[in-house]
């Protein structure tokens, strides 16, 4: 499914790259993420991500929101970002981790740790 979303001869190559990853990694990708009942993009996704720095600065600069645009994911998730962040973790980060070196897994908790904070901190006035 994911192979019939565009013809860009790159999406094979990179879905096979990642599939095979995640197999010797022992995370083998079993199930297409499904976003909005509809398959999620993960080659779009990626890119999207990468384009913008990688996961860590896409979660410190709140860059989802243009991630969302550029899936073509309809505004109207309000979990998007969250959702979006959550697949790209399981399926995306250790091969962006792996591949492209943009960040550390200590440097993405601390990301996401960072993110939770300015939440609390804005809810409690």
């Not at 994911?2 to 197999?23: A, I, T, V």
């Not at 890119?47 to 860590?56: E, F, N, P």
């Not at 995306?92 to 939440?119: M, V």
Request: with cysteine; glycine share 6%.
């Amino acid at each position: 499914q994911l192979y019939e979303l565009s013809e860009d001869p790159k999406r094979r190559e990179f879905l096979d790259d990642l599939f095979s990853f995640m197999q010797k990694r022992g995370t083998p990708v079993n199930r297409i993420p499904i976003m909005a009942k509809q398959t999620l993009d993960i080659y779009e996704l990626f890119r999207l991500v990468v384009s913008k720095g990688g996961l860590v600065e896409v979660i410190n600069k709140k860059l989802w929101r243009e991630i969302t645009k550029g899936l073509n994911l309809p505004s109207s998730i309000t979990s998007a970002a969250f959702t979006l962040r959550t697949q790209y973790m399981k399926y995306l980060y250790p091969y962006e981790c792996e591949k492209l070196k943009l960040s550390s897994p200590t440097e993405l908790q601390a990301a996401i740790d960072g993110n939770r904070r300015e939440g609390r901190r804005s809810h409690y006035g």
